[in-house]
């Protein structure tokens, strides 16, 4: 059914385009539709599904990756079909999709990193956390990359969820990290690394940080490394104490757990990661690779929407270090022929519908971080992407979108014209049974396989 307002027998057939969370869960709220019933086909340019669950949450947070069996579940559904290793925007475009599909879903994430646009960014030693985190968990395209982790101090610039991630793992112990699926090259280097002191610095206060409680928590419960912080940097002025006062619970918890820590001595463990606030950098310094970082003191100033923004003074500093991780948030990249908009680096949408100057385009949706920007955690995009799916099949029951003639063979047979190997979920399957079997022996999770090879060898197997 589709245009015929659901008169004929066969099913609508949607196209979801990346294969992390939003689209899993767009996956599911589609193929639980009864009126229309919906076929499923989720493209991933990868030959790996889950998007950054496999590739973004920390290998030491096993649980919040466990989240991936309730993928799985959907995976398993009737009316499902992976397709890894299949690039839309490359071997497979835009146009292709609005012919084979009746409806696309887009909901390919922030693939990239925000940049801070200070001078010495490109220095070797500067990175982006993103890459650090694609590193360690294993993303085939990052494999390449080399860490110098020999100089003693580095600086991640953030006060986010990620900036926390990079800081703990960067002072993992042997114990904490060969549980965990981190890749061995990333272990070996972790553990060999000289990194004695790791600074977070965050641009505003204690107050408007944006990580959340229990990931700070555990900042304190680290067993190679001491968490500081100096008093002082708590101390806040009155419009930060008047939005503590008003703020809800995960600030206050953060705000308690940082009084805790501030009241701590070192206990001398091998590393400190201290937790500075109200500075920004304004250059990254060095001859042909990181040295330091000039950073610039701020104050908190009423902004136009009614929160606080940072304003640098006059009092500059140089924090020694030969490593900068900017964690300053991700950001999407657009789809060739699909409208985007480059200054929010998403998707123009009205809740899920795809809007071209300001009208919608029939049977083309978004979902997750190219929908709304690189906020929330994993659960935030259940609601989002079942929004977005609920508009998709109320423009499919009112005749609203266009219909294809395409045959679901036909997205394969144009594939293999183009000479794809297409993964299929069971060629998923034996890279997973594969990873979890080397992993095993070794009462780890899994052992990941880090390159393209390796990956689409196991998936033929
Ligand atoms: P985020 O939470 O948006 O944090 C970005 C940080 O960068 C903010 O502290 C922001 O400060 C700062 N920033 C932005 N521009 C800056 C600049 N030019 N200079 C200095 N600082 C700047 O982003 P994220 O850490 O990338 O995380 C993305 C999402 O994934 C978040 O929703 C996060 O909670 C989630 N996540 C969750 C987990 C978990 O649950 N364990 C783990 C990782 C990520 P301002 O506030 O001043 O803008």
Redesign the pocket.
């Known amino acids: 059914m589709t245009g015929d307002g659901g008169t004929s027998e066969r099913p609508l057939r949607a196209a979801v385009v990346g294969s992390g969370p939003a689209g899993f869960y767009a996956a599911a709220a589609l193929l639980a539709s009864e009126e229309p019933r919906v076929e499923v086909d989720m493209i991933e340019r990868l030959p790996t599904p889950w998007g950054l669950v496999r590739l973004?949450?920390?290998p030491d947070?096993p649980n919040?990756k466990s989240v991936s069996r309730a993928y799985e579940r959907i995976a398993t559904q009737p009316g499902f079909r992976f397709l890894g290793n299949v690039q839309v925007g490359g071997v497979l475009k835009h146009a292709d999709l609005v012919e084979l599909y009746d409806a696309v879903v887009y909901a390919f994430g922030a693939e990239t990193d925000?940049r801070?646009?200070i001078p010495g960014e490109d220095l070797p030693g500067s990175w982006a956390?993103t890459e650090l985190v694609a590193w360690y968990n294993a993303h085939p395209d990052f494999q390449h990359l080399s860490f110098d982790l020999s100089g003693e101090r580095a600086v991640v610039?953030?006060?986010?969820?990620?900036?926390?991630?990079v800081a703990r793992m960067l002072s993992l112990t042997r114990d904490e990290l060969t549980p965990t699926d981190a890749t061995d090259v990333s272990i070996d280097a972790i553990l060999g690394s000289g990194i004695r002191e790791i600074v977070v610095?965050?641009?505003?206060g204690p107050v408007?940080?944006?990580?959340?409680a229990?990931?700070l928590q555990e900042m304190g419960e680290l067993a190679g490394a001491d968490i500081i912080v100096d008093p002082a940097e708590l101390e806040l002025d009155p419009a930060s104490e008047a939005e503590l006062a008003e703020a809800g619970p995960i600030v206050r918890r953060n705000m308690e757990l940082l009084r805790e820590f501030a009241a701590r001595e070192p206990t001398g463990k091998p590393r400190r990661v201290r937790l500075r606030f109200r500075a920004?950098?304004v250059a990254i310094l060095g001859e042909g690779r990181v040295e330091a970082v000039e950073v610039v003191r701020n104050e908190l100033v009423p902004d136009e929407r009614g929160g606080l923004?940072?304003v640098p003074t006059e009092d500059r500093e140089v924090i020694p270090c030969s490593l900068v991780f900017?964690?300053?948030?991700?950001r999407g990249i657009g789809m060739p022929e699909v409208p985007f908009d480059e200054e929010r680096g998403t998707i123009p949408n009205r809740e899920g519908r795809v809007v071209d100057d300001g009208e919608p385009v029939p049977g083309v949706y978004c979902a997750g971080w190219i929908k709304r920007g690189?906020?929330?955690?994993?659960g935030?995009n259940k609601k989002d992407a079942t929004e977005t799916v609920n508009l998709l099949l109320e423009d499919a029951r009112a005749g609203r979108l266009p219909n294809t003639s395409a045959p679901p063979e036909s997205v394969l047979a144009l594939l293999q014209d183009r000479g794809v190997q297409v993964v299929a979920y069971g060629g998923w399957e034996a890279i997973d049974a594969l990873e979890k079997g080397r992993g095993e022996p070794h009462g780890r999770p899994r052992i990941k396989l880090c390159s393209w090879d390796e990956l689409l060898a196991a998936a033929r197997e």
């Open positions: 973004g949450v920390a947070h919040l925000r801070l646009g956390a610039i953030g006060n986010g969820n990620v900036a926390l991630d610095l965050g641009r505003r408007q940080a944006s990580w959340t229990p990931e920004s950098p923004r940072a900017r964690s300053i948030g991700y690189p906020t929330g955690v994993i935030t």
